[in-house]
């Protein structure tokens, strides 16, 4: 019921990615309230002060649902602060990510929110079925950032089969037939970042901005060198960090949180997108993207019926 009563209340049934250095109060108020969710990661709020300040900011801005994206890591220092802050701003829904929802489940639940969360191989998504959580995102292969390595059909498939939860989808979904069809395999949303970076309101800076319209799949370049997971970046990000795109050593240390904003700082100019990039050609607001993505997406309803 609780699901059904947040799908009618969408405009297009998508949540806009948290994205590393892209997401902020901006992105995320005016995708909400164009009747999409809108969503940030933890980390990109450089103190735990201006996380404060943002929860705050988008809660007086929007009454639509939103989501916060909470590292899990057992790594991440500023787990306990972030999950006060749930506490006290009750984001109607959490993303888990790189680590286990259970360490969330509790405190979201009992202000009624929910935990999605997010996906990469079968294995925890069983394990993730077993907590008791409301939702999982299925980061499937393509998808900007840190990356899956299954096809969207078969990652659906073999999850229904255990899972009736919400399922969100993820993986190059740019378009409004590409929504549309996450549904025909079984999703209940779409998890769409890298169309929304070059959102006027997002966080991305204007160089980054334009390197996204201005490339295609050919200029990604996947590699686990940065965080320690796989996960795609523009070359000619990679390139101005000094560093040949093509020749990029693999990560052997693993994957740690704990000094977070040192990470940001060290690769903040090394930039990530998913496998749709090269369906991006403008820089424009986020009511004009929704406003594209809903044409499409009726057009498609459209063409099916014609069909039938």
């Not at 999950?83 to 829904?93: A, N």
Request: glycine share 8%.
């Amino acid at each position: 019921m609780q699901n059904n009563k947040l799908l009618d209340g969408l405009r297009l049934p998508v949540i806009v990615a948290p994205m590393f250095l892209v997401s902020g109060p901006k992105l995320v108020i005016a995708s909400s309230n164009a009747g999409l969710i809108g969503s940030f990661p933890g980390p990109n709020a450089r103190t735990v002060e201006e996380l404060e300040e943002w929860m705050q900011q988008i809660n007086s801005s929007t009454s639509n649902p939103w989501a916060f994206n909470m590292i899990t890591h057992k790594t991440y220092d500023r787990f306990t602060e972030e999950l006060d802050l749930i506490k006290k701003f009750k984001p109607k829904i959490v993303i888990t990510a790189l680590g286990s929802p259970e360490r969330v489940i509790e405190t979201v639940h009992a202000y009624g929110g929910m935990v999605i969360a997010d996906v990469n191989n079968i294995n925890f998504a069983r394990r993730c079925a077993d907590m008791d959580v409301d939702g999982m995102a299925l980061i499937c292969h393509g998808a900007g950032g840190h990356t899956g390595h299954l096809s969207p059909f078969s990652f659906t498939a073999y999850v229904r089969e255990f899972f009736d939860g919400l399922i969100v989808l993820a993986g190059s979904i740019s378009t409004g037939n590409h929504i549309r069809a996450a549904k025909l395999l079984g999703a209940d949303l779409s998890y769409m970042g890298t169309r929304f970076i070059s959102a006027q309101e997002s966080n991305a800076v204007n160089e980054y901005k334009s390197m996204i319209i201005n490339s295609t799949y050919d200029d990604l370049r996947l590699t686990n060198l940065f965080t320690g997971a796989d996960a795609y970046y523009l070359k000619d990000s990679i390139i101005n960090n000094n560093l040949d795109p093509d020749n990029l050593d693999s990560n052997t240390d693993g994957f740690n949180v704990s000094a977070s904003q040192d990470k940001i700082k060290a690769w903040k100019d090394i930039w990530s997108a998913g496998q749709g990039v090269g369906l991006i050609k403008n820089i424009e607001s986020v009511e004009s993207i929704v406003h594209k993505l809903e044409f499409e997406f009726v057009q498609g309803a459209g063409h099916e019926n014609k069909k039938n």
